[in-house]
Structure formats: C-alpha cells, structure tokens
T-cell receptor
Framework: DTAVSQTPKYLVTQMGNDKSIKCEQNLGHDTMYWYKQDSKKFLKIMFSYNNKELIINETVPNRFSPKSPDKAHLNLHINSLELGDSAVYFCASSQGRAGGRTGELFFGEGSRLTVL | DQQVKQNSPSLSVQEGRISILNCDYT??????FLWYKKYPAEGPTFLIS?????DKNEDGRFTVFLNKSAKHLSLHIVPSQPGDSAVYFC?????????????FGTGTRLTIIP
C-alpha cells in the first residue's frame, strides 16, 4: 500500500505525441505537487494543487496541463512532447499548503519519461 | 538561477566515520531548510529540517547546522552506516503569497565504504 503512487514508472514515446502520468495518494493529504528532475539533476516544482485548486504554477510550457479530479489524485498531461521533456517526474503530497514548513513532502517513486 | 547549491556531487566516507554534506543558498527569503534522502528508483524521503530561528537540529545520528550569515547549512551523519549510502538533497522553503515552494539543490551522492 504505497502512500504516493505514480503510473507509469517508465514511458518511452516519440516527439509530438501526447502522454499522461497519473498520481494517487492515500495519505489523506490535501496538497499535491508535480516536480521535474532534469538531466542536470535539478528537482524543480512545476505545479501544486490544494483541495483541487491550483495554487502554484511555475513557468512551465502550456503543453503541460495538470488535472486534479479530487484531492487524492493529480494527473499530468503533456501535449506535443519534445526532446527536452525527457526527465523524471515526481508526484508528491503534503498536509496543508505548508509542505515545506511541516517538514515533509511525501514523494512517489517517479516516472521516467524518455522522448525519442 | 540556482538558489540552492550543493557543490559536491559525490562524497565517500568510511563506515563509522562522520559524513558532512554541505549546502549553500542565495535567497535571503528562505527561512526553512530540509534534507531529503533518495535511494535509486525511489522518491526522495524527508530526513531532517531546521527553521531559520535555530542554528542546530539533531535527530539521532543526523544533525543539521545552519549558518544564516554565511547562507550555509550542513548535514552531519555520525556514525556513518552502509545504509546511509544514497543521494542527499538540500531544500529550502520560502513563503510565496501563503503557499510553500521548496527549492532543491542538485544532490550529493554519499557512498559509505564498509
């Protein structure tokens, strides 16, 4: 019973395709996040949702669209994939908006996206 | 603009000795700092944190030190154990209109040599 689970764990696709990564948390948290770890190992926040409301939206191409059907799920849809989108995408959750202040973000195992 | 820097990509330490991982930051608005540990094929897991009102926080074998004037923090692991071999990420937090954003460093890969 994984606390934060992401699917798929690996995704290989062609440029121009559209793909989605799903995330679910069973911790009862009300805030969820998407982070991207690029080839230089930077782990950067992309989006954050609190109770299905978008609260953090970093400078991310609008080809990336998060969707939160309920507070336990946060999916990431990527249109027209580009080579530079290749990265590991981590979903995370926390209780409340103060994910950092309370000390704990709970991360999923990551989804490695490779765009050919 | 790399606001949180971990200048050592890797570190090797003998088992039983002290491991010291360093982190520097540039944004003076950061007021909460965390360390995360990551094993291969897993997500990062929270290890220890410190508020800017403190200069030290200890939890078992792990101690984090904060030097605000130098904008520097360090993680000490004593004694180091083989299970500590992992990538360690430093992260810093600043309130952004009531929301929290964590800014991560690029990580230091710690290898404990038996």
């Amino acid at each position: 019973d994984t606390a934060v689970s992401q699917t798929p764990k690996y995704l290989v696709t062609q440029m121009g395709n559209d793909k989605s990564i799903k995330c679910e948390q069973n911790l009862g948290h009300d805030t969820m996040y998407w982070y991207k770890q690029d080839s230089k190992k930077f782990l950067k926040i992309m989006f954050s949702y609190n109770n299905k409301e978008l609260i953090i939206n970093e400078t991310v191409p609008n080809r990336f669209s998060p969707k939160s059907p309920d507070k336990a799920h946060l999916n990431l849809h990527i249109n027209s994939l580009e080579l530079g989108d290749s990265a590991v995408y981590f979903c995370a959750s926390s209780q409340g908006r103060a994910g950092g202040r309370t000390g704990e973000l709970f991360f999923g195992e990551g989804s490695r996206l490779t765009v050919l | 603009d790399q606001q949180v820097k971990q200048n050592s990509p890797s570190l090797s330490v003998q088992e039983g000795r002290i491991s010291i991982l360093n982190c520097d930051y540039t944004n003076s608005m950061f007021d909460y700092f965390l360390w995360y540990k990551k094993y291969p094929a897993e997500g990062p897991t929270f290890l220890i944190s410190i508020s800017s009102i403190k200069d030290k926080n200890e939890d078992g074998r792990f101690t984090v030190f904060l030097n605000k004037s130098a904008k520097h923090l360090s993680l000490h692991i004593v004694p180091s154990q083989p299970g500590d071999s992992a990538v360690y990420f430093c992260a810093a937090s600043a309130r952004d209109f009531g929301n929290e954003k964590l800014t991560f460093g690029t990580g230091t890969r710690l290898t404990i040599i038996p």
